[in-house]
């Protein structure tokens, strides 16, 4: 990402206001959502095999299920338990030579997964067992990133809770 300038932090601060200002609704004035949850996120994997190691092996997601890509013959999807009703999902795109995950505007910056917080300890100690660069933040949230380069983040903070603010 480049700029030609750094954001002045008190504009970008009185923005925010303003914005909160406008469209956030208190919590009893707030209408429920008309979605039920996020069915699955879906990333791109480079190689099925190793990204099953990866997501079921060191992090604990259990794969559910593995189909064709409906909209790609020959391809992939297939589908992890992220709990609580979601699944991380991915497509393989054989042959198609994608090259690596880049980020871009109307792009995905990080997928930050909810997890207890022992599980929290155990995955990060088995990230530092497998040498898998990580960088942790707060002491509830770890940063990493997946074998193709997807941008992951586990936090031990309950749904709907960000570093003890309420966000839900």
Excluded: K
Excluded at 28 to 39: F, K, N
Excluded at 114 to 121: F, G, I, Q
Aim: hydrophobic share 40%; net charge negative.
């Amino acid at each position: 990402m480049t700029s030609s300038a750094a954001p002045d932090p008190r504009a970008r601060a009185a923005e925010r206001d303003r914005l909160r200002e406008e469209y956030l609704t208190a919590p009893a004035e707030r209408p429920d959502s008309t979605a039920r949850g996020l069915h699955h996120t879906a990333l791109v994997s480079g190689d099925v095999e190793r990204t099953i190691a990866f997501y079921q092996g060191l992090l604990g997601f259990p794969l559910t299920e593995l189909i064709e890509n409906r909209d790609y013959p020959g391809s992939s999807h297939f589908f992890f338990d992220i709990g609580n009703q979601n699944l991380l999902a991915f497509f393989d795109f054989p042959g198609l030579d994608l090259g690596p995950y880049q980020e871009v505007l109307g792009g995905l910056h990080h997928v930050a997964i909810s997890v207890d917080p022992e599980h929290w300890r155990e995955i990060v100690g088995r990230l530092e067992e497998a040498g898998v660069e990580h960088e942790v933040h707060s002491e509830v949230s770890v940063y990493f990133t997946d074998p193709d380069g997807a941008r992951i983040e586990l936090i031990a903070d309950p749904l709907g809770e960000m570093y003890g603010d309420r966000v839900l």
